[in-house]
C-alpha cells in the first residue's frame, strides 16, 4: 500500500518538506493498521437494534 508522499506531508502540515524513510514507514504502517481494523469493522454484523458506536463506549 504506497501513499503518496504529497498527501502525507498535507496531513502533517509540513507541504515541501522532505519526509525521512522514518516517518514515512511510520505513517504507512499506521494506515495499514487503520485499514486492517476498518475491514474488520466492516465485516461486523450490524442488527437494526444495534446501539449506535458512541455508546458502546468507543475507543475502549
Request: aromatic share 10%; charged share 30%; hydrophobic share 45%.
Amino acid at each position: 500500500m504506497d501513499i503518496d508522499r504529497s498527501v502525507i506531508e498535507r496531513l502533517l502540515g509540513t507541504p515541501g518538506a522532505g519526509l525521512d524513510s522514518e516517518t514515512l514507514r511510520a505513517v504507512e504502517e499506521w494506515h495499514r493498521a487503520w485499514a486492517r481494523e476498518w475491514e474488520r469493522v466492516a465485516a461486523y454484523p450490524l442488527r437494526a437494534d444495534d446501539l449506535p458506536a458512541s455508546l458502546w463506549c468507543w475507543p475502549p
